[in-house]
Nanobody, 126 residues
Framework: QVQLVESGGGLGQTGGSLRLSCTASGRIHSILDMGWYRQAPGQQRELVATMDDRGVAEYADSVKGRFTISRDNSKNTMALQMNNLRAEDTGVYYC????????????????????WGQGTQVTVST
């Protein structure tokens, strides 16, 4: 199994910055894809940014040029630098790990379903 823990959420101001972090733990061999998703009140969860293990990133149009995703594969960590915050960035931000390979006992297993963190609240005030 893979456990994901987010940190760094909180209250930000319009035009300000926040940095989120995600740490994956467990007997991890590799994680191909990691990403950030967010869910605003009354809305569906949506993709914010993803990065594969080669460092190729994709962003939602709404955050391009403002947010930057990064990963440290050797530490199984991921970060999201959020600049020029807007009120519409408010929501719960979730870390997701997909196509993970991990050890269970003496077996190496590949996950079919993604792993999710518990989420961290980001609130942007005007």
């Amino acid at each position: 199994q893979v456990q994901l823990v987010e940190s760094g959420g909180g209250l930000g101001q319009t035009g300000g910055s926040l940095r989120l972090s995600c740490t994956a733990s467990g007997r991890i061999h590799s994680i191909l894809d990691m990403g950030w998703y967010r869910q605003a009140p009354g809305q569906q969860r949506e993709l914010v940014a993803t990065m594969d293990d080669r460092g190729v990133a994709e962003y939602a149009d709404s955050v391009k040029g403002r947010f930057t995703i990064s990963r440290d594969n050797s530490k199984n960590t991921m970060a999201l630098q959020m600049n020029n915050l807007r009120a519409e960035d408010t929501g719960v931000y979730y870390c997701k790990a997909s196509r993970a390979t991990f050890f269970s006992g003496d077996q190496m297993l590949s996950s079919i379903l993604p792993f999710w963190g518990q989420g961290t609240q980001v609130t942007v005030s005007t």
